[in-house]
């Protein structure tokens, strides 16, 4: 389901079915399930579904956007490849509904960097206009989190009508941090305030004058970086 898109009335039995085992049958999800009522779910890859899931589970859906140029370092680090663009193209009601004014200027470039940062302007625009459909859905960019972590994540849960524990309060300040060579692999610590404009010394000019030119044509990047 990478960059699949399905409606809030949308019916997939293959999915139904597959997040039914996950939370019922045996999966993951199952044991959250037994130990407690809320749990989170992080999707990157398959987050055109969101409209179907909020729908389906009620659930309390955010989306978190992050600077296309810190995207597409993360994407040529990691050696992740723009694939999804044609998928996202394929999908006629997908087209129809979000891409159409866009499938033009995606196409006009086949550099890497503009193909990751075209999947950055379609995806996020989609997700931004479903708003329309879902005003109750909540945006957050990276940046805001790594600004002010305790503060912006206490405002995502109090709008989903839930309350930052203290538990939660002293993770954030503990992790809020570097990392020490000698603490152990796996555990995240990240001094957030770092993590801002990190890409800027991955990227050279040329580089992020690929990305701008992608996203310029997308309202939404204009709306939260302006």
Not at 50 to 61: C, E, V
Request: hydrophobic share 40%; glycine share 4%; with cysteine.
């Amino acid at each position: 389901w990478r960059m699949h898109y399905l409606p809030a009335d949308g019916n997939d039995p293959q999915l139904l079915a597959h997040l039914r085992w996950h939370m019922f049958g045996g999966g993951k999800l199952k044991a959250l399930l037994q130990r407690n009522r809320t749990f989170l779910i992080k999707e990157v890859v398959a987050c055109l579904l969101a409209p179907y899931l909020h729908t389906q589970f009620d659930a309390k859906t955010i989306i978190q956007l992050r600077h296309p140029c810190a995207v597409a370092a993360s994407w040529r680090a990691m050696g992740f490849q723009p694939n999804g663009l044609p998928k996202m193209l394929s999908q006629p009601l997908f087209v129809e509904r979000f891409a159409k004014p866009y499938v033009e200027h995606v196409r006009k470039r086949d550099e890497y960097l503009f193909q990751v940062a075209a999947i950055w302007g379609l995806l996020y625009q989609s997700l931004w206009d479903m708003r329309e459909q879902f005003p109750e859905w909540q945006f957050v960019t990276h940046e805001q989190l790594c600004t002010d972590p305790q503060k912006e994540f206490d405002t995502l849960l109090t709008n989903a009508g839930m309350t930052m524990l203290p538990a939660g309060r002293d993770y954030i300040a503990e992790h809020n941090r570097a990392r020490d060579d000698k603490e152990r692999r796996g555990v995240t610590f990240r001094d957030a305030r770092s993590e801002l404009d990190k890409w800027k010394k991955d990227m050279n000019d040329d580089d992020t004058a690929l990305v701008f030119d992608a996203v310029s044509a997308f309202p939404v990047f204009k709306r939260f970086y302006p």
